[in-house]
T-cell receptor
Framework: AQSVTQPDIHITVSEGASLELRCNYSYGATPYLFWYVQSPGQGLQLLLKYFSGDTLVQGIKGFEAEFKRSQSSFNLRKPSVHWSDAAEYFCAVGPDSGGYQKVTFGTGTKLQVIP | GAVVSQHPSWVICKSGTSVKIECRSLDFQATTMFWYRQFPKQSLMLMATSNEGSKATYEQGVEKDKFLINHASLTLSTLTVTSAHPEDSSFYIC??????????????FGPGTRLTVL
């Protein structure tokens, strides 16, 4: 079965510093990969997605992610973090190996930004 | 574009009552909608997949008689928590997939509904 691992439960960075959130996946074929952000009490907003093509994907709010098949990773990066980036970040992979339209989410990484 | 709304955004109810949560795709048609449940500080757990005009497909361990899902139109799906109990208190999030004809598409998420059962 497919799975997503986000090794870091909680990350603290200083405002203006660079950020990298890790995501590793297990999937039997070429995956569709997503990064979502969730602010407290809110739904999920899509930051970026990888379906095929260029392995470096640009998203909204200055985020990017790189798909590395050899490492089964899809890490999220941002060169300079803003205080408003403090939120929970979820990596997700789909579709379900049974062919369904399901997406599997990681357990999330909570980002804290300090002045 | 691709906006999904949920109503209500939060609800408090007494134990034993039923609560209905609506999920609407505002500017697109959604053949498939998904219902997730999220406990505090945890990830989203898929409860069921709802296809317009057919019965929902529930994930293992989810009681279909307790969590009634209806997807009566291409823009509306409802989740009814029947005879709610305190352990049903959670954040419920729906998502919708655009009917693009592609094999797989991203999901667009609603803002969530916070259910508190007293």
């Amino acid at each position: 079965a497919q799975s997503v691992t986000q090794p870091d439960i909680h990350i603290t960075v200083s405002e203006g510093a660079s950020l990298e959130l890790r995501c590793n996946y297990s999937y039997g074929a070429t995956p569709y990969l997503f990064w979502y952000v969730q602010s407290p009490g809110q739904g999920l907003q899509l930051l970026l997605k990888y379906f095929s093509g260029d392995t470096l994907v640009q998203g909204i709010k200055g985020f990017e992610a790189e798909f590395k098949r050899s490492q089964s990773s899809f890490n999220l990066r941002k060169p300079s973090v803003h205080w408003s980036d403090a939120a929970e970040y979820f990596c997700a992979v789909g579709p379900d190996s049974g062919g369904y339209q399901k997406v599997t989410f990681g357990t999330g990484t909570k980002l804290q930004v300090i002045p | 574009g691709a906006v999904v709304s949920q109503h209500p955004s939060w609800v408090i109810c007494k134990s034993g009552t039923s609560v209905k949560i609506e999920c609407r795709s505002l500017d697109f048609q959604a053949t498939t909608m998904f219902w997730y449940r999220q406990f505090p500080k945890q990830s989203l757990m898929l409860m069921a997949t709802s296809n317009e005009g057919s019965k929902a497909t529930y994930e293992q361990g989810v009681e279909k008689d307790k969590f009634l899902i209806n997807h009566a139109s291409l823009t509306l799906s409802t989740l009814t928590v029947t005879s709610a109990h305190p352990e049903d208190s959670s954040f419920y999030i729906c998502s919708a997939r655009i009917a693009s004809g592609r094999i797989f598409d991203e999901q667009f998420f609603g803002p969530g509904t916070r259910l508190t059962v007293l």
